[in-house]
T-cell receptor
């Protein structure tokens, strides 16, 4: 298995532009998580899904952020419009029921200028 | 609400010295505790989970419910241990992990 796959690895965009981050979880995993990592705030949970259904989106900063999981093998995190304060590393992780701990992807480093 | 506290942002030790990375948590029920490690610009990797009571790369961690702590220890630090270490908590009914703010371990030669 290739693990959790995120794309792109790096994204540089201008303020106001739409940004879409992508994640492919490990096959057979029924949980998917999106985290944001910054120097100031560390790792923050944004949203997580179980069987493609959002369970907790209380960590999503504001209406500019949205996440979808149209099927078991794909999820997107969209920011529209993007702002400089959104600059961070965004991690996706997946796990399966009955197993403890997650497998993380390599992250997407987002820079909004 | 659950909370994980890692009081040290940076811990610097010399090679061969003992290491203890502190983690305290607040949760009224029975939590599941983890340590994750992130080497420079790499993905987070699971290092330890308290339920398995294992030793990985020489690291151990014991859950102390009385002190609500899950400190990570290694008797002799190696330079390759230099990384960011995160303590995390979950519990039955909530699959998502709550992470501490992390401690950067620097092992000097």
């Amino acid at each position: 298995d290739a693990g959790v796959i995120q794309s792109p690895r790096h994204e540089v965009t201008e303020m106001g532009q739409e940004v879409t981050l992508r994640c492919k979880p490990i096959s057979g995993h029924d949980y998917l998580f999106w985290y944001r990592q910054t120097m100031m705030r560390g790792l923050e949970l944004l949203i997580y899904f179980n069987n493609n259904v959002p369970i907790d989106d209380s960590g999503m900063p504001e209406d500019r952020f949205s996440a979808k999981m149209p099927n078991a093998s794909f999820s997107t995190l969209k920011i529209q419009p993007s702002e400089p304060r959104d600059s961070a590393v965004y991690f996706c992780a997946s796990s399966r029921t009955g197993a403890s701990g997650y497998t993380f992807g390599s992250g997407t480093r987002l820079t909004v200028v | 609400a659950q909370r994980v506290t890692q009081p040290e942002k940076l811990l610097s030790v010399f090679k061969g010295a003992p290491v203890e990375l502190k983690c305290n948590y607040s949760y009224s029920g029975s939590p599941e505790l983890f340590w994750y490690v992130q080497y420079s610009r790499q993905r987070l990797q699971l290092l330890l989970r308290h339920i398995s009571r294992e030793s990985i790369k020489g690291f151990t961690a014991d859950l102390n419910k009385g002190e609500t702590s899950f400190h990570l220890k290694k008797p002799f630090a190696q330079e390759e241990d230099s990384a960011m270490y995160y303590c995390a908590l979950s519990y039955t009914g909530r699959r998502a992990l709550t992470f501490g703010s992390g401690t950067r371990l620097q092992v000097q030669p």
